[in-house]
């Protein structure tokens, strides 16, 4: 499977991105898909996932309320919605996939990564 992830870019504080990470190769359908962070300086830290067959959704703490995650299977396409944006989501943001069909928060369980997309909220 191969993972790209586009939509970052500069945002003001309080703004809106869309994120979206196109897969090809296998079936996109049968795998969980995550999306991660990494600040500088900073370990890579789950933000969001959704599972493969319900669509399951599940989102770190720090973005509930503000991100939301969806998935367009006929598309191979995973997309993250960041609303109200801080300057604390500034970072890296790489999708994810694995395989079986449950979400994990941890990174070792992924199988699959894109090359990331930057994003940078400013004050």
């Known amino acids: 499977v191969q993972l790209q992830a586009s ?5 003001q504080s ?6 979206s990470c196109a897969a090809s190769g296998r079936a996109f359908s049968i795998y969980a898909m995550g999306w991660f962070r990494q600040a500088p300086g900073k370990e890579r ?9 319900r669509g399951i959704a599940k989102l770190a703490d720090s973005v509930k309320g503000r991100f939301t995650v969806s998935r367009d299977n006929a598309r191979s396409t995973v997309y993250l919605q960041m609303n109200s944006l801080k300057s604390d989501d500034t970072a890296v943001y790489y999708c994810a996939a694995r395989g079986g069909g449950s979400v994990q928060i941890a990174s070792r369980e992924y199988d699959y990564w894109g090359q990331g997309t930057l994003v940078t909220v400013s004050s």
């Open 45 to 53: 830290t789950f933000v969001a996932g959704i599972s493969w067959s």
């Open 14 to 19: 309080g703004g809106s991105l869309r994120l």
């Open 7 to 11: 939509g970052g870019g500069l945002v």
